[in-house]
Each structure stands twice: as C-alpha cells, then as structure tokens.
C-alpha cells in the first residue's frame, strides 16, 4: 500500500467514507465554533451558515482580541477573505468557550 492509500484510509470514518473539508463544514453547522481572523481577532459563537467563499453568519457571537471579551453580537456576518481558521468549540458558550 502507497503513502497516498494509507493516508486516504485514515481520512475514512468508521463508515468507509472519506470525510472532505466541506463534509466537516457541513457537520458543525448549528455548533459553536471559534473563528479566528488574519489579524488575530477570534469570533466565537454559533455557526448559522456559511458559502464557498467561506463567509459566515454566526449567532450569539462573542469578539475576543488578544484573549479578552470585547464585545458582544446577536448576529455577525464575516467576510470570508479574512477566515484564517474556523474550529469547532470543546467548551459550550456557557462554559466560557
């Protein structure tokens, strides 16, 4: 077995299916997530929605720079030229994600 085989047999799931990058957006739709941004800003709410520019609306979204609260928003809709990263959250929002 090739480099290549072995490291599409670990991307399966435990139901034989390759999980894509859109797959994974998919699944977190409707859970909290961390958006960080290119200028270090992090988002942190729940994922509404989002397209193939990977702009995102977000509800119940929180504004973290440099690790502190700053502000918070019932909506946010962000641009997605500026995503460096979105991440599922392994806290919920009322844990102090």
């Known amino acids: 077995m090739s480099g290549v085989e072995k490291e599409k047999e670990k991307e399966k799931g435990s139901s034989g299916t390759t ?3 859109a797959d994974f ?3 977190i739709r409707g859970r909290p997530v961390v958006v960080k941004l290119n200028s270090g800003v992090d988002y942190r709410g729940i994922l509404a929605c989002l397209d193939g520019y990977m702009n995102i609306a977000m ?3 929180e504004e973290y720079v440099n690790g502190q609260l700053k502000n918070k928003y019932g909506d946010a809709f962000i641009r997605g030229n ?3 990263y979105i991440s ?3 806290r919920t929002l009322a844990e102090g994600a």
């Open 19 to 21: 999980k894509t990058p």
């Open 25 to 27: 957006l998919k699944s």
């Open 59 to 61: 509800e119940q979204t």
């Open 82 to 84: 500026n995503v460096l």
């Open 88 to 90: 599922t959250s392994k």
